[in-house]
């Protein structure tokens, strides 16, 4: 083994951009400990014969299951320098729509697991005075505005909230924080698997219907975005000195970004006058 190498911790390694980065990083001999609710699973996507590969069956809302999995990772390869929250699922229906149990459901996997994983290695990090967190939000994480993505959006807008906090909360120990805001990638996101409807649709939500008929006929397999490239870039993010706290993935998510910044920019110039006039006259 290459002890230069940096020591990766990807979870949701069993497909989309999980899996090409764990592929990836193997293949430049890094070490990686990647996490599925399956090691069978997971084991055939990756391939057999990695000695730089731990696969790890975890539990992202059973903190026992992550903590013996991290413990795993230290005693196997000496450490854990790099964090990749990347599990996650993609959840469709407007907020009307969606029952209770479906919001917290996808809250509880995309938001609370990553906080669970995180909670768990942040101690060894902090110990080490070293490490750095990438979590995968979306650019839905920053442009809301899609039709029966609601709760989905606000799951990453979650992690980009906690993530910034990370960042500062961290800062002393050394341990940096990145949010990575992918576009469309040509991975199976849009999938059966890893996107689920709501089970009971109303008619009535046209835009919303469209957008489902519009991911499921026309965007799902010309993604723009290439996922091999994407791991290189999630290399390239762990080896700066000083990576960046916000990082947009893909031309798309890049024009969506300036997009939102030129909507809030419009809304505080327009409404500036208004927005002054609650505080106290001195």
């Known amino acids: 083994m290459d002890n230069s190498k940096k020591v990766w911790f990807v979870t949701g390694a069993s497909k989309g951009l999980g899996l090409s980065l764990v592929k990836k990083l193997l293949s430049e001999g890094y070490k990686v400990a990647a996490t599925s609710r399956s090691v069978e699973s997971l084991t055939k996507a990756v391939g057999a014969g990695h000695a730089n590969f731990l696969p790890l069956q975890v539990e992202l809302l059973n903190e026992t299951s992550i903590a013996k999995a991290v413990e795993t990772t230290i005693n196997t390869f000496g450490g854990i320098d790099v964090l990749v929250n990347n599990a996650g699922y993609g959840q469709l229906g407007t907020l009307e729509e969606m029952s209770d149990a479906e919001a917290r459901e996808n809250f509880d996997i995309n938001v609370f697991g990553l906080l669970n ?31 029966g993505w609601g709760v989905y959006c606000a799951t990453k807008f979650a992690v980009v909230g906690l993530t910034e906090a990370l960042s500062v909360e961290a800062k002393e120990f050394n341990v940096k924080a990145t949010i990575v805001y992918p576009g469309y990638f040509n991975t199976n996101f849009l999938k059966e698997g890893s996107m689920k409807l709501a089970a009971n649709p109303i008619a009535a939500y046209t835009a919303a219907r469209n957008t489902e008929v519009w991911h499921e006929t026309q965007m799902v397999g010309n993604q723009p975005g290439d996922p091999t490239k994407a791991a290189e870039v999630f290399i390239e993010l762990a080896e700066m000195g000083n990576p960046p706290l916000h990082f947009f993935m893909g031309s798309d998510s890049f024009a969506m970004a300036n997009s939102k910044i030129e909507i809030l920019q419009s809304a505080l110039t327009a409404n500036e006058t208004l927005s002054k006039s609650t505080d106290y006259v001195k």
């Open 117 to 147: 994983v995180t909670r768990n290695i942040m101690p060894h990090f902090r110990a080490k005075k070293a490490g750095h967190v990438i979590n995968i939000s979306s650019i839905a994480g920053l442009l809301g505005a899609f039709p």
